[in-house]
């Protein structure tokens, strides 16, 4: 039944309605420096779409267009516009009053929510996200910033006063802390990107931004907004391969913040190039291996549906999905029987189809790559629950429920980032308290129990070890004021609307010796408004 499904997966043109046709490949050359969308006359990279289209040829793999494959060199042109735009602090960006910087990013959302529906349709197009998803991931950004601005304002209101201790009259103000590179992920290449970038622009900081490996095209309809909304060289946009210009960038050493969300390796990489690494203030989000735990007194519906779609939402290309489930041998037999029939209600097809749950994946030869970790758990004694688990065509790859999986296996160990469930059978539940604790990775983790006891206990065993702990529910990263973090190998620094402010300024403090002459000066300098730090304006 699934390979008939499969069989006629992929549409022909024909069978794809009009408004979501994705028309002529777009070939661009186009990126932003210092204020201007300058063209790229040399060699081009391929955006491939993970979407195949029926042919007189066979199905075919969809060519969406170009992006310029810029050189070291003028990814360093780019550095030094983002470097001359903060001058040591002295620039009119770092410069600025708070309340200017906001209207600035305010200007940036307007013309940003003119492009909604090229952005959605080209997520849909590059990443294989459905219409849903691509939709909530556009309008939860232009909420995250909406958010970001609001904090920012109670932010200043409690700066805007003056605080006297022993003494000591002071001002206490967040100010910039450099230049920053900005590095988005391939599974939430708007969101999670504008999660590190819109913070830093707003705190102060010039940037020099890297669209994601994939979703690359989808940032073509705001270079115009980018450049229209900020001053010359604030905001910097470069294209090609991170080995060709982020290491070039990061060994120039004038990269002050590093926001980048991938892989710890590829962090630890790029880290290692700078050459003066006690400077540099990073904030990474990183791999995860979330285990979900379900103990033998549980709501196994509840549990059931959670880890379906905590394993499956988007095709399981979410650094928060469940990466692998821990689960009681009085009910790991149930368990199985009702995830197994929850993920054949799951709808497969093209990310614009009415209804889809599961669709096609962007990242070349990750469909082998599954297979790959499929016939070593399947060589090590596990079996496919799920009728059609792990069939494959072309990009797309059929979610295998794996059991009983055991330490042996892969899968036991690795990120698989994609739709395959391993199920570990447990009696003893120090075996899975003792998998957190020799883990790598630390981001979340979710138990499904009713137990108060059990599950009291594995929150004070687990609370050291990983960011987040849900109780009866999937992994995830919102609400966006809620702390996103992760111990281990799994990030640095706290990225959430309140946090990532912070990650991305410093606390500076004017202080004075509380005495007639100096209030007389510091009220005459916020008087004559002489100052952008010494201020007492209150935003509303």
Not at 120 to 133: A, P, Q, R, S, T
Not at 300 to 311: H, Q, R, W
Not at 334 to 350: D, H, N, S, Y
């Amino acid at each position: 039944m699934t390979t008939n499904r499969l069989d006629n997966l992929f549409p022909s043109l024909a069978e794809i309605p009009e408004q979501y046709r994705f028309g002529a490949p777009i070939e661009q050359r186009d990126y932003l420096v210092d204020g201007q969308l300058r063209t790229w006359e040399g060699p081009l990279a391929s955006v491939r779409s993970p979407v195949f289209l029926k042919s007189e040829q066979g199905e075919q793999q969809v060519i969406l267009g170009s992006t310029p494959l810029l050189d070291a060199e003028t990814a360093l042109v780019a550095l030094d516009a983002a470097v001359r735009a903060y001058a040591n602090g002295q620039g009119a960006w770092p410069s600025l009053r708070v309340a200017e910087r906001i209207q600035h990013v305010e200007t940036f959302l307007a013309r940003m929510r003119e492009q909604r529906e090229r952005v959605v349709k080209l997520l849909m197009w590059e990443i294989g996200k459905n219409l849903k998803d691509s939709q909530k991931e556009f309008d939860r950004t232009c909420d995250y910033i909406v958010d970001t601005i609001e904090a920012l304002k109670e932010l200043d209101r409690r700066s805007s006063r003056f605080e006297l201790e022993q003494d000591t009259l002071g001002q206490i103000r967040r100010v910039p802390l450099g230049v920053t590179l900005c590095m988005g992920p391939y599974n939430y290449p708007l969101n999670e990107t504008f999660t590190t970038l819109i913070p830093a622009l707003i705190m102060g900081n010039t940037v020099v931004f890297k669209p994601a490996k994939f979703g690359v095209l989808l940032i073509r309809p705001l270079l115009e907004a980018f450049r229209d909304s900020f001053p010359a060289g604030v905001i910097n946009v470069i294209y090609g391969s991170g080995r060709e210009t982020v290491s070039a960038l990061m060994a120039s050493g004038k990269i002050d913040v590093f926001a980048f969300i991938g892989t710890h390796k590829g962090a630890s990489d790029l880290k290692k190039l700078h050459p003066r690494p006690h400077r540099l203030r990073a904030a990474l989000g990183l791999d995860a291996k979330n285990p979900g735990i379900v103990l033998p007194e549980v709501d196994l519906d509840n549990a059931v549906s959670e880890a379906v779609t905590g394993a499956l939402s988007f095709n399981g290309q979410r650094c928060t999905a469940l990466k692998i489930l821990f689960v009681h041998e009085d009910v790991v037999e149930r368990f199985l029987e009702q995830f197994a029939a929850k993920v054949a209600a799951l709808k497969p097809g093209m990310p614009w189809e009415e209804g889809v749950s599961l669709t096609p994946l962007p990242e070349p030869g990750k469909v082998e790559y599954l297979g790959g970790l499929l016939a070593d758990a399947l060589e090590q004694g596990a079996q496919v629950v799920n009728a059609g688990g792990g069939e494959s065509r072309g990009s797309f790859f059929y979610p295998a429920l794996l059991y009983p999986v055991n330490p042996a296996m892969r899968i036991y160990q690795e990120e698989q980032f994609g739709p395959l469930v391993p199920v570990v059978p447990y009696r003893d539940l120090q075996a899975v308290i003792d998998y957190v604790l020799d883990s790598d990775f630390g981001q979340q983790l979710s138990i499904f129990g009713s137990d108060s006891a059990q599950v009291g206990r594995l929150v004070d065993a687990f609370a050291n070890q990983v960011g987040r702990i849900n109780i009866n529910a999937q992994c995830q990263r919102g609400p966006d004021s809620f702390p996103f973090n992760g111990r281990k190998n799994s990030a640095e620094g706290t990225l959430s609307v309140h946090d990532a402010l912070r990650v991305f300024s410093i606390r500076t403090l004017v202080a004075t010796k509380f005495q007639e002459s100096n209030k007389a000066l510091v009220s005459e300098i916020i008087r004559n408004r002489e100052s952008s730090f010494l201020t007492t304006d209150y935003i509303f």
